[in-house]
């Protein structure tokens, strides 16, 4: 199911909303917590992926060494260090404030494992934010895809609530709020 609207922001999350520092950092302090695990090799194991353009579940390697409850603690602390720690990119929450002030559509689009996408955007206190999580590299493509004929795009359902607005194409979060003089 779809929604067609004139104007939907797509925002994605590791680039635009999360600061990847600020993550890691909560994250690598908390695995080093931890006796069995090593955080320099799974640092090392995620880098090597990501330099291939891949994504990494970070809980996969947690999930080979933890019971299943010390993985849900550690989910747990996560979400909550995090959340104390905030998450956020400069500017993420500033452009999220003023694109529900003035009422726009936005949602948040995402690359990577499901699971660990949609704990980091917990983390980062945005789970009340519809998103879609793709495991497709191309994003862009993805919300291109959308457009219609007539200029509207169909948007998933998902990431829309019925409510009515034309995609717009920003590069970086400043370059919204000046186009859109938020």
């Not at 529900?100 to 936005?106: A, D, P, Q, T, W």
Request: one cysteine or more; proline letters at 3%; glycine letters at 6%.
């Amino acid at each position: 199911m779809v929604s067609t609207v004139d104007r939907f922001y797509a925002i994605d999350f590791d680039r635009c909303l999360s600061d990847t520092p600020k993550l890691d950092e909560v994250f690598y302090s908390l695995v080093r917590e931890y006796k069995n695990l090593d955080a320099d090799l799974l640092l090392e194991t995620r880098n090597a992926v990501e330099d291939k353009g891949g994504s990494v579940n970070m809980l996969t390697p947690l999930e080979d060494v933890l019971s299943p409850e010390q993985v849900a603690s550690f989910v747990e602390t996560f979400i909550d260090r995090s959340r104390v720690n905030g998450l956020l990119s400069l500017g993420a929450s500033e452009l999220l404030e003023a694109l529900g002030k003035h009422r726009e559509l936005f949602g948040i689009v995402s690359y990577g494992d499901d699971q660990w996408q949609s704990i980091k955007i917990k983390a980062a206190g945005l789970d009340k934010i519809p998103s879609l999580i793709t495991d497709s590299k191309k994003k862009g493509e993805i919300i291109a895809s959308w457009q219609q004929e007539d200029g509207t795009f169909s948007v998933p359902a998902r990431l829309t609530a019925d409510v009515p607005s034309n995609v717009v194409i920003a590069h970086g979060l400043n370059e919204v709020i000046e186009l859109e003089s938020l």
